[in-house]
Nanobody
């Protein structure tokens, strides 16, 4: 089973950008669809974005579409989430998730591996 570790969280002002990275170890990420979820204070964890195993297909939640961009480098076993035009509503713990299933079937219930999460705080 792959292990995941997120990096890149932090504090940023509204309108700013951050890049989150998810690094896999123990197994190649190229076998997995990789997505991101987030959980804001007092709210349930929600889907953010997902990319298929080879990076050809990405799907985004409406709330981040046009602002967030996924990319992956299977040679480096990493998936990145570039977040632009951040707003305070994007404040959350962001989790990387890997699934052996199809990218279009990714839900919180069929994730094979989770990262520990990284906190993103957007100040107004």
């Amino acid at each position: 089973q792959v292990q995941l570790k997120e990096t890149g969280g932090g504090l940023v002002q509204a309108g700013g950008s951050l890049r989150l990275s998810c690094e896999g170890s123990g197994r190649t990420l190229s076998h997995y669809a990789v997505g991101w979820f987030r959980q804001a204070p007092g709210k349930e964890r929600e889907f953010v974005a997902v990319m298929n195993w080879n990076g050809e297909t990405a799907y985004y939640a409406d709330s981040v579409k046009g602002r967030f961009t996924l990319s992956r480098d299977n040679a480096k076993n990493t998936v990145s989430l570039l977040m632009n035009s951040l707003t305070p509503e994007d404040t959350a713990v962001y989790y990387c998730a890997a699934s052996l299933g199809s990218w279009y079937e990714l839900t919180q219930n069929n994730v094979n591996a989770w990262g520990q999460g990284t906190l993103v705080t957007v100040s107004s």
